[in-house]
């Protein structure tokens, strides 16, 4: 699948594995500061390794953005079962490499991701991002993407309070 953007899309492929994983860290951006950062990255990591080794699934996907021979691009995307029941098409990870933005690479993939979810007879493509992540929620709006849900945080300062204990 070609793009319009500089880059072509295709399929992960084993030899893509490194240049994959050096994407995660553009996949820490937007995270609520108050997360440790060395967990966020540790997360990320582990977010794309686990994609790309199950990229073969039937129900799995990994596409990847090359340009000029190195991969500047990477988006995953699995069946996934909503609490309704139904089955959707969920992007686990999109990214793209740095200095590499505002070329339609990103778009470029999630249309990938879109073909992938259509071809499988889905109705949805769904998935998460941080609040504070305005470049992405600001493409995702422009490919058509709606809030469906909203996770709230609180800091709980001081010690945690045990069972039973009164509150103030």
Known sequence: MSATAPAQIRPFQPGDRSQVLALAPRLTEGVAPWRDPAAVRRAAQNWLQTSIDTAAQPSHAVYVAIASGQVVGVVSIREQTHFTGQTDAYVGELAVASGMEGRG????????????????????????????????????????????????????????????????
Request: glycine residues 10%; proline residues 9%; hydrophobic residues 40%.
């Open 105 to 168: 690479i990103a778009s470029a993939l999630m249309n990938s991701a879109e073909y992938w979810a259509a071809e499988r007879g889905l109705a949805f493509l769904t998935l998460h991002t941080g609040a504070a992540n305005q470049p992405a929620r600001n493409l995702y709006r422009r490919l058509g993407f709606h809030e469906e849900e909203l996770l709230l945080t609180k800091v709980i300062p001081g010690p945690p309070r045990g069972p039973g204990q009164t509150m103030p």
